[in-house]
């Protein structure tokens, strides 16, 4: 029988091009679900492990569909070939328990754990050229200025924070700490 895979890594992302894609492959039955591929617990993948038997094929639409990393992707398909299950990537190919199935996968997984990696580097060396600046500050920007922030803080004279927090939109939590703040450098 031919069982196929879907997911995607957030809510807001959208299942339907895979599910297309694996229907129209051929998949009898087709198991789906917004997961990120870091959990392993993923309910409706492990349900759909579970059912698998000799002679059946997964089919998935990219190899990262049944996890991260190298590590993962290994167990799994080793587990698939165990059970005497075949493993159709569809931008890859057709993944067998046979010693040329076994080679390319550990090269195709050896490459893309490089590639990930390798985009760690990069961003760790930007983000170290980018501390180098005076300027630099780590993190999301601050979303009001400092003019803003003073403008809450009189208005807190008169008013709650739950008022000055509907007036100006500034958190209650952020009027908080910035009032916090104020009175430490008193």
Known sequence: MKYGYARVSTLNQDL???????????CEVIRSEKFTGTKTDRPQF??????LS???????????????NTKEVIEVIEMLFAKGVKLHVLNVGLLEDT?????????????AELERNMIVERTQEGKAIAKQNPDFKEGRPNKFEG???????KLLETNSFSQVEA????????????KKK?????
Do not use: C, N, P
């Open 16 to 26: 339907e091009t895979q599910l297309q894609t694996l229907k129209a492959e051929g």
């Open 46 to 51: 492990q349900e759909l492990l579970s059912v």
């Open 54 to 68: 000799e002679g059946d094929t997964l089919v998935v639409t990219k190899l990262d569909r049944l996890a991260r």
């Open 99 to 111: 010693s040329m199935g076994r080679f390319f996968l550990t090269t195709l997984l050896a490459v």
């Open 147 to 153: 003019k803003h922030i003073k403008h809450a803080i």
């Open 167 to 178: 007036m100006t939109g500034i958190s209650k939590s952020t009027l908080q700490r910035h």
């Open 182 to 186: 104020q009175k430490e450098l008193v």
